[in-house]
Every structure is written in C-alpha cells, then in structure tokens.
C-alpha cells in the first residue's frame, strides 16, 4: 500500500482524541509524525547543499514546493526531490529517513517544525533555508478548514475554539507567533529568506527569480516565466485534479488573500490585531506581514 492511502486507513480507525499528541509541549499528528519518527529525526544528516524549505502549516508550503520542484528540474534537467510527497522531514518513517541519507545532492528537504525543534544539523551545517510566512488570519481560516477536510486531523469544528486553541498555540505544530518571533532572529541571516504567501499572490514570476537566485539555480526568464504560468492556484489545481482526483481539495481550497473575513467576527479579528501588535510591533518580519 503507499504511505498515503496506510495513513488514510489508520485515520479511519483512530479516534479524534487520539490523532494528537504532546511533545515539548507542542502537538504533533499521532500518524504522520509518531514519536519513533521524531526520536530518529534528530540524527538527520543535513549538507551544505540542500534545498530547505520551511513553514508554518498552511502559509503555501505546498505552493512552494511545486515551485521549488520545477525550479530544480528546469536549471539541472533531473528530477530532484525526496521520494515521499509531501518532502517534510517530520513524516518521514525511520527507515525513509535511511534512504534520504543515499539520496544524491542536492536535495530539497522541508518542514514545519519550529527552529528549536529542527534537527541540529539544518543549523551546525550551513544550507540555504527558505521560509514562507501568511499573514496570521488568513493562516488560521486555511489551518481551520484543513483540519475538518483532512481525516488524518482530527475536526476544528467549532469555529470560536479553534480560534482560542490557534492564538494559545494549541494547534499541531505549535503557535504561529512563536515561529514568527523564531524566525524574527534570523531574519538577517544571509542563509535564510523570508517570503510572504501575499508578496507570491502579488509577483510570482519576481518571486520565482529571486528564490532561484536565492538557492543559486540560474534560470532563463522564459524558464522563470513558464514556472510562474504553471504555478498559479488554477493551474495547480488542474494538474492536481489530473493525477489526484479528489485527494487535491484537501490542498488546494481558495488560495486568496482575505478569506478571514468569511470567518472572524468583528471581536476575533481586533483581538488577533492586539496580539499581533503585542508581540510583533517593531519587528522586521511584522512590518512585511500586511494583516
Ligand atoms: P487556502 O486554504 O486559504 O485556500 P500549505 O501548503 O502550507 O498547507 O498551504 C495551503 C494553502 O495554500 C491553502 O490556502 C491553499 O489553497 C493555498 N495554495 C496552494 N496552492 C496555491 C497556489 N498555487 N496559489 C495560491 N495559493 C495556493
């Protein structure tokens, strides 16, 4: 069976309480990233080389990585990527964490763990790392729908809790603003960039160019052009519903800027506005996030 349709079946079976767990005080998906894996995950063996992308769930991490896939075929002309799809480290199993340590350079790896969570090596070796941020509402209604469409997750249903369990941080993979404030301190870094999923919406094909300068794979800017066509929300969600049928609403739902409006009343927005200003007033990252 592939991983996907095990996973699928071991969701069926498990019970909603049961599909979270703690672990240094953040949850994490009992299925995808049981404890066997996170434990194994610290001997990750990160190169100089890798292509490392990094965000908090639902800020585009999958929009990134269709980018960043065609990016690498189009400058080297081979097909280099993990073998498992979604390419996040957390989901790996013990013995795919293995075959990762064959696979020939350069490699693209991802995650949504916070930095201090991250194997030590993406730190002591010195790849590129790439982060993508979405201002922190639009964030929530797209983590809000995830987790009723995708059975692995259990339901966020109702609304106004998931809302309280996202600003206290109560949601798998910890809270947004940790990750941002995280990130906040290697903002300068010249190994890491940050992009915003608006500043994507707004320029793809800019955007395409600087992340492949970025991770130095030289593109013509027919190539750069040809990615961003391909990589719009419409066009993805075609090629998805070629190969995936269904399974590809669970990733694609809207793709836009402003959805929260839909769901956050009047109070929820100016609190998430308060705590926004609270703990990112005057920070390099918060200035790029237009909330
Ligand atoms: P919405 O739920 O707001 O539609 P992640 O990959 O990190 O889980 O993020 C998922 C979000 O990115 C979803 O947001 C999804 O629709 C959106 N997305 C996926 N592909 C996209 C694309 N090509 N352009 C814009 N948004 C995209």
Redo the contacts with the bound molecule.
């Keep these: 069976a592939s991983p996907m349709k095990t996973r699928m079946e071991l969701a069926a079976k498990t019970k909603d309480e049961d599909k979270l767990y703690k672990r240094d005080g953040v949850l994490y998906s009992t299925i995808l990233s049981p404890p066997e894996t996170m434990d194994k995950l610290k001997d990750l063996e990160v190169r100089d080389d890798d292509v490392v992308l990094v965000?908090y769930?639902?800020?585009?991490?999958?929009?990134v990585v269709?980018v960043l896939r065609k990016i690498m075929n189009a400058s080297t002309g081979k097909n280099e990527a993990p073998p498992e799809r979604p390419p996040l480290v957390e989901f790996l199993p013990p013995d795919v964490q293995q075959t990762l340590s064959e696979m020939p350079s350069r490699r693209l790896l991802g995650t949504h763990l916070h930095p201090d969570n991250m194997p030590a090596s993406f730190f002591s070796r010195k790849p590129k790392i790439l982060v993508i941020f979405r201002n922190p509402k639009?964030t929530l209604?797209?983590y809000f729908?995830?987790m009723n469409k995708n059975p692995v997750l259990p339901s966020a249903e109702p609304w106004d809790k998931f809302y309280s369990d996202f600003m206290s941080g109560e949601v798998p993979w910890g809270s947004y603003f940790d990750h941002a404030l995280a990130w906040e301190k290697l903002i300068d870094d010249p190994k890491v960039m940050i992009v915003m999923?608006e500043e994507?919406?707004q320029n793809l094909p800019e955007e395409v160019k600087k992340i492949s300068e970025f991770f130095g794979f030289p593109l013509t800017e027919e190539q750069v052009n040809s990615i961003a066509e391909q990589?719009?929300?419409r066009?993805?969600l075609e090629t998805s519903n070629k190969s995936h049928g269904n399974l590809g609403s669970v990733?694609?739902?809207?793709?836009?800027v402003g959805?929260w409006k839909n769901l956050f009343s009047e109070d929820q927005s100016k609190q998430m506005d308060e705590v926004f200003h609270s703990k990112m007033a005057g920070t390099k990252l918060g200035a790029q996030m237009n909330t």
């Excluded at 769930?57 to 929009?63: D, R, T």
């Excluded at 990733?251 to 836009?256: A, I, L, P, V």
Aim: with cysteine; hydrophobic share 40%.
């Design positions: 965000a769930p639902k800020c585009g991490f999958n929009w269709a639009d209604v797209s729908h995830f999923y994507l919406k990589s719009t929300f066009a993805m990733f694609f739902r809207k793709g836009e959805d």
